[in-house]
């Protein structure tokens, strides 16, 4: 092209740089832009504006009416955008090169330079891959735009900084980069327009389905931005604008988004524009080091997940130091970010796709290479029909941003996934991801964190450390605390049952004291870390044994029934739901013989002392599953002749298979268990879903679906209905109202 391909020149103190750019419109140069607004700038200095530059100024004012004027209509791309149905270009970009007219005035060599954006736009143009992408029109973003996130002062600050003379402008600098990490001249205004309206153009028009998914090159970026204070190098947020502008304008078709923060910096202002936006999800990960790095507070940490409706949709990853690599990354997006993301189901998905994790940059000092931002690239296009636009925002060695920025725009153009450079996560990122998904697996169903996690003791060894069984301990507290604290005893076990020893425990006098016993079959819930306390340390807090025989234990002896307590020692693993196709009843296959001896046991314990309970009348029998134990008296109930002296059977299951009659049980027995039972079972459980509005199998017992995922949380959230029942199958008056 001869002259539509304008050539202009920037100094960055060694060389010049020359600028190529495909705009058509004729740009006017940065010294007629200067003297135009030498004309206007008003006398003083910017001692009025605010570190957020947020200010009251009349928008009606002449000046403003001349400014308005100079910009509209300036930067539309070459490419004339045909609108309608998703055409040959699948990928679309913005970009113009007006937009590296926001320059430091005193420092040429400052990290958020204009070259930042030319070499992106240099490296996809030589690596051929612009042709085949769609060129978006840039637009400058119109101020209700803005306000969509920011309020009125954040816009009247920053357009009136277009108003001062150069000098002044020079002279306040230095005092907005101390106080507020900014940067201005006289043309910042209309670069932080434009690239605020390019992030709007991209993300219409692959809402609008003209593209697939998309590039915003543009600067200045934006996730420092609050709502009411620009920062950071940024002036509005270009994410979050463009995010609301989504939502405004395609409500039926764009209800929930994603915006996925991978720069190294926390995006404060992006967060706080959705802290209470139930609709929007904003996941970041970023250098935390206890709150020391920018932005310097303790917003970014794991703990910070929003408020109100909002709570539990900010996720942020809070790297604890400097040096994590692509490993890193792609291990929180396995086992955090990607299970929150499919679990959410987004509409739509922004990538604020800062660069300065990247390896080489001065300000990440991080190891992200162009293959560990190709993989997490690749994995987000694979949500919502891969509708996601990647909009810039940091990045500080520009050699190595347009190397990040080229295998991220070969992967949306499904060209090739550069391969990672490694693919051995850190203990570090291992133990952050934990603690994170510890956090907010109370909002995630999806994320399951091991209930103990295994050490690197080595126990092979001839010279290993001592240690204590699991068992022997627990059987200690049964045996003191739990004996002393509620009047039982231990029953002594045939030598076959040498496992379960210390394990069972029963009331005094359980032979003809009472008129009720209460037969509880169960495991002790879990083993778990604890979660640590704010300020406490990762590794500095205790394990805890969950107990789930207490509640029980003190309802039986409040009631004054007799109790025969079974604990089912197992392994102490995380249970993933609706992933038990091979799994065989109650346990994995390699439990199963501990399982045969648990039936082993509680059928003796059935024969030599539940049923020969005899108080002055015939003793009523309650029988209690949980979790493991669910399955064990369903065995019982099945190979003993328990329906005259059961009259309940309370099951609380887990996501193990569902505890049943064997179907070739004789159909009496199936009806009698479908009539005395109650089982309370996770709604998602992999049984209710697969029978939906089928009519239930008796052998299955008279199912209720619950919210709570975990045995122990039904237990305790539903411990009065599960007493009312048995009180109610037992004949007992019904309990006055609370």
């Not at 089982?679 to 919210?707: M, Q, W």
Request: glycine fraction near 6%.
């Amino acid at each position: 092209m001869a002259e539509s391909s304008r050539s202009a020149q920037w100094t960055n103190g060694q060389r010049a740089i020359v600028v190529i750019d495909d705009d058509d419109v004729a740009m006017p140069s940065a010294s007629t832009y200067a003297a135009g607004r030498q004309a206007h700038s008003p006398a003083g200095s910017l001692t009025n504006l605010t570190p957020a530059m947020s200010v009251t100024t009349s928008s009606n004012s002449s000046d403003d009416r001349d400014l308005v004027g100079m910009t509209n209509g300036i930067g539309l791309g070459a490419r004339e955008e045909a609108s309608g149905a998703l055409d040959e270009f699948r990928t679309g970009y913005v970009y113009s090169s007006e937009m590296m007219l926001h320059s430091n005035p005193i420092d040429p060599e400052h990290p958020e330079r204009p070259v930042r954006i030319y070499k992106i736009f240099r490296k996809l143009q030589e690596n051929s891959l612009l042709q085949h992408m769609k060129r978006i029109k840039i637009r400058e973003v119109t101020k209700d735009e803005v306000m969509l996130v920011h309020d009125q002062g954040i816009w009247d600050g920053v357009e009136r900084t277009a108003l001062y003379h150069p000098d002044i402008i020079k002279e306040q600098v230095p005092r907005l980069e101390n106080l507020s990490s900014l940067y201005i001249n006289e043309h910042s205004a209309f670069a932080a327009r434009l690239s605020c309206g390019g992030a709007i153009e991209l993300c219409d028009a692959i809402a609008s389905g003209r593209i697939r998914n998309g590039f915003a090159i543009v600067r200045p970026p934006g996730h420092h931005a609050e709502p009411n204070k620009s920062m950071g190098f940024c002036f509005y947020n270009n994410v979050a604008v463009a995010t609301r502008y989504l939502q405004q304008k395609y409500p039926q078709t764009i209800r929930k988004i994603l915006i996925l923060d991978w720069d190294v910096h926390h995006g404060n202002g992006t967060q706080r524009a959705f802290e209470n936006d139930a609709e929007v999800l904003y996941v970041s990960l970023h250098r935390y080091e206890g709150g020391a790095f920018y932005p310097g507070s303790k917003y970014g940490n794991y703990d910070s997940a929003g408020t109100g409706p909002g709570e539990g949709k900010s996720v942020n990853v809070p790297w604890p130091t400097k040096g994590m690599g692509d490993a890193d990354y792609m291990y929180a997006f396995h086992h955090l970010v990607m299970p929150i993301a499919l679990e959410f189901a987004p509409d739509f998905v922004i990538i604020s796709a800062g660069f300065d994790a990247a390896e080489g940059d001065p300000i990440g000092e991080s190891r992200v290479t162009p293959g560990g931002y190709a993989q997490m690239t690749h994995a987000l296009t694979s949500l919502c029909d891969g509708k996601v636009a990647v909009v810039l925002e940091g990045g500080y060695n520009p050699d190595a941003v347009a190397d990040s920025a080229h295998a991220v725009t070969e992967v949306i153009l499904a060209r090739r996934t550069v391969e990672p450079k490694e693919t051995v996560a850190s203990t570090i990122a291992a133990n952050t991801v934990r603690e994170v998904c510890r956090f907010h697996q109370r909002y995630w169903k999806s994320l399951k964190v091991p209930d103990l996690e295994a050490d690197d003791v080595d126990f092979d060894t001839h010279d290993a450390p001592p240690s204590v069984c699991i068992e022997d301990l627990l059987s200690e507290y049964r045996n003191s605390v739990l004996s002393d604290r509620f009047d039982l005893f231990e029953v002594p076990l045939p030598e076959a049952d040498v496992h379960f020893s210390g394990q069972v425990l029963c009331s005094e006098g359980i032979l003809e004291r009472f008129a009720t016993v209460v037969f509880f079959v169960h495991d002790m819930g879990n083993l778990r870390s604890g979660r640590p306390r704010l300020g406490s340390t990762i590794e500095g807090e205790a394990m805890r044994l969950v107990d789930a025989s207490s509640l029980v234990m003190s309802y039986v002896r409040d009631k004054a029934y007799g109790l025969v307590d079974m604990n089912i020692m197992r392994e102490f693993r995380a249970v993933k739901p609706h992933a038990h196709d091979a799994m065989p009843r109650a346990a994995l296959s390699d439990d199963t013989d501990r399982i045969a001896e648990a039936n082993e046991a509680a059928a003796f314990v059935w024969d030599n002392i539940v049923s020969l309970a005899r108080a002055s009348t015939a003793t009523k029998i309650v029988m209690i599953g949980f979790g493991t134990g669910c399955d064990v008296l369903t065995s019982l109930i099945q190979a003993r002749d328990v329906e005259t002296q059961v009259k309940a059977v309370v099951n609380i299951v887990g996501y193990n298979e569902m505890p049943r009659i064997d179907p070739t049980a004789e159909l009496a027995k199936k009806k009698w268990y479908y009539t005395k039972s109650k089982v309370l079972a996770p709604a998602d459980h992999r049984h209710i879903l697969e029978r939906g509005d089928s009519v239930p199998l008796k052998r299955f017992g008279k199912i209720t679906p619950v919210d709570d995922v975990a045995p122990i949380n039904i237990l305790s959230h539903r411990f009065g209905e599960i007493t009312s029942f048995i009180e109610k199958k037992l004949n007992l008056p019904p309990r006055p109202p609370a």
